[in-house]
C-alpha cells in the first residue's frame, strides 16, 4: 500500500506522489492541517450553538442507540462554513479530485455521545452520493475530529481501496 499520511505545513500542496495515495488508497490522512485554535472554534461553535438542538437528529446503528447528526447543505459564515470555504480545504479538495471547479455537497456534525451514543453504521458514502443524483464517484469526504478520537471512542476507521480497475 503507498504511504497515506501526511503532516500538514504552511506550503503544503498536494504533489502527485499525494495525489497517487489518494487515488490508489481511496483515502489520505493529513494530520495538524487545522491547529489547537482552529480545532477549539470549530468545537466552540458546535457545542456552543443551539445547532444539534434545532436541527439535529438521531441516526438509529441497528444496535438500539443513535448517532447524533446535523447536515446542511450551505457553508454560512461561522467558523463551520468558513473551515469548508478555506483555502486550504478547498485547493486540497480540489486537486484531490484532478484540479476542475468543485463544490460543496454538504457538511455534517456527527456526534457519538459517550456510553450512549450510537455507532455510526458501516458504509461506503458513494452508495447514497449515487441514490442523491451524483452519478460519478467524484467527491471526497474531510473528517475532522474535534475530540480525541481513537478506538476507544468511535473514530472514523477507513478501509483502503479494494479496486485495482
Ligand atoms: O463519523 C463517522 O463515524 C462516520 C461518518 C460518515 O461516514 C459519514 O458521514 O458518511
Known amino acids: 500500500m503507498t504511504e497515506s499520511e501526511y503532516t500538514y505545513t504552511d506550503s503544503f500542496k498536494v504533489t502527485d506522489n499525494i495525489k497517487q495515495a489518494f487515488d490508489d488508497n481511496g483515502y489520505i490522512m ?5 491547529d489547537e485554535e482552529e480545532i477549539c472554534q470549530m468545537k466552540k ?3 456552543d450553538s443551539d445547532m444539534a438542538q434545532k436541527y439535529g437528529y438521531g441516526l438509529p446503528d441497528g444496535q438500539g442507540k443513535q448517532a ?3 447536515i446542511w447543505s450551505h457553508p454560512g459564515d461561522d467558523v463551520t462554513g468558513i473551515v469548508s470555504r478555506s483555502e486550504k480545504v478547498v485547493d486540497t479538495c480540489q486537486e ?3 484540479g476542475g471547479e468543485i463544490y460543496h455537497y454538504h457538511a455534517k456534525f456527527v456526534r457519538k455521545d459517550a456510553y450512549t451514543g450510537g455507532s455510526f453504521l458501516w ?10 443524483g451524483n452519478l460519478f464517484p467524484d467527491l471526497l469526504t474531510i473528517f475532522i475530529p474535534v ?3 481513537d478506538q476507544t471512542n468511535g473514530c472514523l476507521q477507513v478501509m483502503e481501496n479494494v479496486y485495482t480497475c
Open 68 to 70: 447524533g447528526l446535523v
Open 96 to 98: 484531490l479530485l484532478g
Open 30 to 34: 493529513i494530520r495538524k492541517m487545522f
Open 147 to 149: 475530540d480525541i478520537s
Open 45 to 47: 461553535v458546535l457545542e
Open 123 to 132: 458504509h461506503q458514502d458513494y452508495g447514497y452520493w449515487y441514490k442523491n
